[in-house]
């Protein structure tokens, strides 16, 4: 059983920084690939960014140079600094687990565990 709890959204200004937190179930964040998704009303769940159990990285051309994904394999825990924020980035953030090996393609339909969600909002 894979569980997921994301933490640390919140609302912040265009131009601010939040940092997300994902809290997995015990040895899933070492054997398993971990990444963010978002999802704004109206809008399909896309994916934002991805790590491997390695530390290799998939990131999204949308938040490229802005958000960075990190994980703490001891801690079980996976990580989404997010800076330089803009409205357009407000959507429900969602971490999620996969052992597919196409998990760099941050497509959801790879990912079969899911968190509940956490809400992020900027404002112009």
């Known amino acids: 059983q894979v569980n997921l709890v994301e933490s640390g959204g919140g609302s912040v200004q265009s131009g601010g920084s939040l940092r997300l937190s994902c809290a997995a179930s015990k040895y899933t964040a070492s054997t398993y690939r971990m990444g963010w998704f978002r999802q704004a009303p109206g809008k399909e769940r896309e994916g934002v960014a991805a790590?491997?159990?390695?530390?290799?990285?998939s990131v999204a051309n949308s938040v490229k140079g802005r958000f960075t994904i990190s994980r703490d394999n001891a801690k079980n825990t996976q990580y989404l600094q997010m800076n330089s924020l803009k409205p357009e980035d407000t959507a429900i953030y969602y971490c999620?687990?996969?052992?597919?090996?196409?998990?760099?393609?941050?497509?959801?339909?790879?990912?079969?565990?899911w968190g509940q969600g956490t809400q992020v909002t900027v404002s112009s």
């Open positions: 999620a687990a996969t052992q597919s090996s196409r998990w760099w393609l941050l497509l959801a339909a790879d990912f079969g565990y």
């Open positions: 790590i491997d159990s390695d530390g290799g990285t």
